[in-house]
């Protein structure tokens, strides 16, 4: 345990020496841990708060890519977070469903229909995908609007492509200002496994073709390059989103006078780097053979200029592929 690294209060990651981790009490941290040695994040709960220990967070989408981190990273930051998600009960359908905000202080809205690339550009998919997450919009914002309470939209960097995705999350985008909400893009997350099918993300089927057969194909050349986010990083970066400019009288369950940003931000990893690239990393670590796709890539735009202030990823992407192929040799989900 001596590589254990700590999660503060303000959303750094720093190193944690074996003294440092002898001395802290159980009681002002919890572990959320990777399975391996040099993967476990510790997460600080000694210094003051800026929420109270009573906030609420509801979690709109739990069950996704996402979601399922940012409920266990919540949780250890001291917050009681209630899970929602049509996977988890088909009644919580955020299409129709009609929400209980009472006991809310905080939401994030993470819901939507997505997947990876395969599915994300299918002509087939097109239409179900607008359908679907304009149903989503229409009943949902209106009522977080009405609620009153501080709200987050996740979005992503393909947001205002020309297909049913990058449409639709631009309409969220714009909607959301509109409504009083706050909105960060996300860009290329990863730090699952995921089942392999037409909705899986590229660095989950690489590890898996890499561990199972021992080969690498991609769809394309593999030129095109992304900014991977793992999927700690993502939680601690939403979390700052929505706590972003707000003093600690704003916190909690605050009055719906607050400091209201505008300004959609990026939550990107600091890595410009290729797909092809990310797949010789994990032959290198897997003994497994890299072949190039025939495919024409997708070169969407990797530079990032709307950083969200004081936010930088702190695990490279090296290390988070670690974590992966780990867990995924241990049977165990992410």
Not at 19 to 44: E, H, P, V
């Amino acid at each position: 345990m001596a590589n254990i690294r700590k999660v503060s209060m303000n959303g750094s990651i720093r190193p944690l020496s074996r003294n440092s981790i002898k001395k802290t009490s159980r009681n002002t941290c919890c572990l959320m841990d990777y399975g391996m040695i040099g993967a476990q994040f510790m997460i600080d709960l000694s210094a003051p708060l800026r929420w109270s220990m009573t906030t609420t967070s509801l979690v709109l989408g739990s069950s996704g890519l996402v979601g399922h981190c940012l409920c266990r990273y919540l949780e250890e930051r001291g917050k009681r977070v209630i899970p929602y998600d049509i996977r988890r009960d088909p009644g919580e359908d955020l299409r129709s469903a009609i929400l209980d905000m009472n006991q809310v202080d905080e939401v994030y809205l993470l819901a939507w229909d997505v997947g990876g690339s395969r599915y994300l550009y299918r002509k087939d998919t097109q239409e179900g995908q607008i359908e679907w997450n304009l149903r989503l919009l229409v009943n949902t914002l209106p009522q977080l609007k009405e609620s009153g309470k501080r709200w987050l939209f996740t979005s992503s960097q393909m947001s205002g492509e020309s297909n049913a995705y990058g449409l639709t999350k631009s309409i969220g985008e714009y909607w959301t200002k509109l409504a009083g909400g706050r909105t960060v893009r996300l860009w290329n997350v990863y730090g699952d496994i995921e089942e392999e099918n037409d909705r899986s993300h590229v660095m989950s089927d690489m590890i898996r073709n890499a561990l199972n057969s021992g080969e690498i194909h991609l769809l394309t050349d593999g030129k095109e390059r992304r900014r991977f986010t793992f999927e700690l990083d993502v939680c601690r970066g939403l979390e700052m989103a929505l706590l972003y400019g707000r003093s600690a009288g704003s916190c909690g369950r605050a009055p719906a006078a607050r400091r209201k940003i505008d300004k959609i931000y990026d939550l990107a990893g600091s890595q410009n780097i290729s797909v092809i690239e990310v797949a010789e990393i994990i032959a290198g670590m897997t003994g497994a053979e890299v072949y190039p796709g025939t495919g024409i890539s997708n070169w969407a735009d990797s530079s990032v200029s709307d950083m969200l202030p004081r936010f930088a990823s702190q695990i490279g992407i090296e290390e988070g592929l670690e974590i992966m192929i780990e867990r995924y040799r241990e049977g165990l989900p992410i």
